[in-house]
């Protein structure tokens, strides 16, 4: 007597094996970056706005929240560099900017009162 074996189905009404244990889990999602990126936006913000002499708080807060990037997020460690760059770049401006300005208002003024007797500048 000959064995004969089931007949194979054919490829249309195959049924597929059962996904693996891990079917059911999402890919890791990257680490978030949201200090990193702000540290970015407000560096940014502060060089440009140094440029005409307002963007100080801008620098400081660019500078404030990429040191806190490197500390809280190592995965987004260029950007926060990007960002410290920025604000220091920012910073330095602005402080320029302070001397120039402070210096044309300053100078003159005592040059005034010295002018008028009140001899300040005369030791």
């Not at 460690?77 to 120039?100: D, E, F, N, P, Q």
């Amino acid at each position: 007597m000959a064995t004969t074996s089931p007949p194979e189905p054919d490829a249309g009404t195959r049924e597929f094996a059962a996904p693996g244990p891990y079917a059911g889990y999402a890919p890791a999602s990257a680490p978030p970056q949201t200090l990193s990126i702000l540290a970015l936006v407000f560096g940014v913000v502060g060089l440009i706005a140094s440029v005409v002499a307002v963007g100080l708080l801008f620098a400081l807060a660019a500078v404030i929240l990429g040191h806190l990037t490197l500390k809280r997020e190592p995965a987004a460690r260029s950007m926060a560099i990007a960002g410290l760059a920025t604000g220091y770049a920012g910073i330095a401006i602005s402080v320029v900017w302070g001397i120039v300005l402070l210096a044309t208002v300053l100078i003159p003024l005592l040059a005034v009162g010295a002018f008028l007797g009140g001899g300040a500048l005369v030791g």
